[in-house]
Nanobody, 124 residues
Framework: EVQLVESGGGLVQTGGSLRLSCAASGFTFDDYAIGWFRQAPVKEREVVSCLTNGDGSSYYASRVKGRFTISRDNAKNTVYLQMNSLKPEDTAVYYC?????????????????WGKGTLVTVSS
């Protein structure tokens, strides 16, 4: 059974930090591009950041570039999202996502597997 299990969400003040984790199982993690999406109330799900399965290329949405850092540990089948300098507009449910094959993940339509999400709330 494929599982992506997120953890690390919570309530934080503006300017604070959180580290999200996503533990994967049930598929060959090394073969998959992995990333984070988020969805705020009444908004579409959007890509935050992602990593390829091979060359280590990464992508960051302009809204988070310079504040968020994505990393993966293939030995632990885990992907992380370090979020610093958080803003109220970062408030959303954050979802872990995986897609088989090379390249980055730019669209929710390309995702093969989803986690159930973890809520991040940034208070002003």
């Amino acid at each position: 059974e494929v599982q992506l299990v997120e953890s690390g969400g919570g309530l934080v003040q503006t300017g604070g930090s959180l580290r999200l984790s996503c533990a994967a199982s049930g598929f060959t993690f090394d073969d998959y591009a992995i990333g984070w999406f988020r969805q705020a109330p009444v908004k579409e799900r959007e890509v935050v950041s992602c990593l390829t399965n091979g060359d280590g290329s990464s992508y960051y949405a302009s809204r988070v570039k310079g504040r968020f850092t994505i990393s993966r540990d293939n030995a632990k089948n885990t992907v992380y999202l370090q979020m610093n300098s958080l803003k109220p507009e970062d408030t959303a449910v954050y979802y872990c996502a995986a897609r088989d094959g090379p390249g980055l993940i730019y669209s929710a339509h390309d995702v093969h597997y989803w986690g159930k999400g973890t809520l991040v709330t940034v208070s002003s």
